[in-house]
């Protein structure tokens, strides 16, 4: 269990807000805005996964007709959830930008005195929620570079993934996760429904170092690079197991509470891969290194990329520090 420098360490059952509470009192220069920050989005998760579990009753599944900035189908949850997601931001007044998945440009949030700036996938997995199967929300927070009280710009958003503040993802599963570092550990919190509260679950979360699960989208086996075949093939008769859920957020988490290999190489159809590197990878790649895993393009630290475009994409092998080592091995 993570402690802390001024009390004990907190118990398995606090609150979110506490727990945030208590972060901060060890931080003697923190002003709070973080902290209020992460409250915020905690609420927007709160609201998200009330409106994934009506989905099925008042006609928020399937496609809304329209295409996103990345020229993919936009679920009406996708779009749901980014209003909504943007909203709590900018009425939080922690944040003077935002960049989503879902829209082209920089989002202004017209609080310029603001000092962070947040990146997101509001949600992951989309084409999972007509079927009931995991989704999730991923974020990143940065201090901006630019000076408080003027407009924000893209240099704020491509400081590269070392210099996240925090990061973390709500996962909307068999129960509702809220996982996210600040440079100090993993911690997950589990949301209950019936008080409105998340509560503490893991209060560190270590990663295995080694693991047996490898995930992947198996139907683009013969596009991927010849050494990833070698490798899973070599993972196959190692007996390793197969699982791909088809959300990056809940094969990530699985495999980081259970030690396992994410790949997304390129193909032919997504030659720089097709996951992006601000508001997938990097975040992912900041708790994976928290806890213990690795995260790579095949070549570079996920968190060592110098980004140059919002919606960048990027190749990735995240999870066990020994199963990602193998694979690059075959590199
Ligand atoms: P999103 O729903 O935010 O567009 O992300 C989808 C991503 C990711 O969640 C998932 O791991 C991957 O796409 C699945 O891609 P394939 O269908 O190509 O396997
Ligand atoms: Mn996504
Ligand atoms: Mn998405």
Redesign the pocket.
């Known amino acids: 269990m993570q402690s802390t420098s001024s009390t004990i360490a907190l118990p398995v059952g606090v609150t979110l807000d506490r727990y945030i509470m208590r972060q901060q009192r060890d931080f003697p220069f923190a002003t709070g805005e973080l902290s209020q920050l992460l409250r915020d989005i905690a609420l927007a998760g709160k609201i998200i996964n009330r409106e994934i579990n009506k989905a099925g009753l008042i006609d928020v599944t399937g496609a809304l007709g329209s295409n996103n900035v990345?020229g993919?189908c936009q679920q009406k949850l996708?779009v749901i959830a980014n209003i909504r997601f943007i909203r709590a931001l900018k009425n939080g007044g922690e944040v003077c930008a935002i960049i989503s998945?879902e829209d082209e440009e920089i989002i202004y949030t017209d609080n310029d005195h603001a000092k962070y700036v947040v990146a997101m996938?509001p949600?992951?997995?989309?084409?999972n929620i007509d079927v009931n199967v995991s989704?999730g929300t991923i974020f990143s927070i940065y201090r901006r570079v630019t000076p408080i009280g003027t407009r924000a710009t893209l240099d704020d958003f491509l400081q590269g993934g070392r210099k996240q503040v925090a990061a973390g993802y709500i996962l909307y599963g068999s129960s509702t996760m809220l996982v996210y570092t600040t440079g100090h550990g993993v911690s997950g919190f589990t949301y209950d429904h019936s008080l409105g509260e998340f509560f503490l679950s893991q209060a560190q979360i270590n990663s295995p170092a080694d693991g047996s699960i490898y995930s992947c989208?198996d139907?683009?086996y013969n596009e991927y690079p010849e050494n990833i075949r070698h490798y899973l093939e070599t993972s196959r008769r190692q007996g390793y197991t197969g699982r791909?859920?088809?959300?990056?957020?809940a094969?990530f988490h699985r495999n980081l509470i259970k030690g396992g290999i994410y790949l997304?190489p390129p193909i032919p159809k997504a030659p720089t891969g097709?996951?992006r590197l601000l508001y997938?990878c990097a975040p992912l790649a900041f708790i994976a290194e928290q806890a213990g895993g690795r995260a790579t393009d095949g070549f570079r630290d996920i968190l060592d990329i110098e980004p140059s475009e919002l919606h960048q994409r990027t190749p990735l092998y995240i999870g066990a520090t020994k199963m990602v080592e193998a694979l690059l091995e075959t590199v």
């Open positions: 990345q993919e996708d998945e996938d949600l992951d997995g989309s084409s989704i989208n139907g683009n791909y859920i088809g959300s990056l957020v094969d997304y097709k996951l997938e």
